[in-house]
C-alpha cells in the first residue's frame, strides 16, 4: 500500500513538473510572438487626400452652436466620423473622451453625414457627448473622402493632414497620434523601413491613451 501511495505521489509531481515546462515554453511562445507582431495602425484607403496634403477648410456649426473651419491652422483639430447605427463608433466614444482630456491641444470635432437632427441630438444625451461639438455635414465627409465609419483625420497645427484612416479600435484611434509624433504617414510606413526589426522597439505602445472607464 504504502508503495502504491509511493508511486502514485512519484506520478502526481512528474505531471506537475511537466506542466510547468509546458506553461513555460508557452509563455515564451507568446512573448516571442509579441514581439514580432507589428502593432496596426489605421487603415489608409483615402482617395481624395493623403498625409501632407492641406486639409479642406470647410466651415461647420456644430449643434450646440460652436463654429469651426477645418483645416485653418492654429491649432491642432482632430475629426472623428461617426454615426449613431455605427456600433463600432459607439465602442470608441470613451477613447474620444480619454483623449479629450489628455490631448488638450486638440480640439476634437465630432462629424455625423447627416439624417433626421433629433436622431443625432439624443445619441448625444444617451452617450454624454454634450461637451463635444457635433456638427452634421455631408460635405466634410465628401470633402476629406470618407468611405466607411469610423473614421478619423488629425489635421495639424498648419492646417497639415498629420494622419488619417478607418479607425476599427482603439488602438488604430492611437496611431494617428503615434504617426504624427513620429514624423510619418502610418505606422504601417514607420515599420516598413527597417528591416531588421530594430524599428519595432522604438515604438511604444505605451505612450497611447487608455479607454476612460
Known sequence: MNALLVTAVVVLWVLVIALVIVVFALARQVGVLYERVAPAGALMVNQALKVGDAAPQIGLEALNGA?????????????????????ICKSLLPVIKTLATQEKDTTIILVSDGGKEQEHR??????????FDYALSEVVGRSFGVGKLPYA??????????????????EHLESLFEA??????????????????DVVQNYDPSNSVTPGR
Open 67 to 87: 463654429e469651426h473651419i477645418t483645416g485653418i491652422g492654429g491649432r491642432r483639430q482632430l475629426l472623428f466620423f461617426l454615426a449613431p447605427d455605427c456600433p
Open 122 to 131: 439624443t445619441y448625444i444625451d444617451s452617450n454624454g457627448l454634450q461637451r
Open 153 to 170: 483625420v488629425l489635421i495639424d497645427e498648419r492646417g497639415v493632414v498629420a494622419s488619417l484612416g478607418i479607425v476599427n479600435s482603439r
Open 180 to 197: 504624427e509624433r513620429l514624423g510619418v504617414a502610418s505606422i504601417q510606413d514607420y515599420l516598413g523601413r527597417s528591416q531588421d526589426g
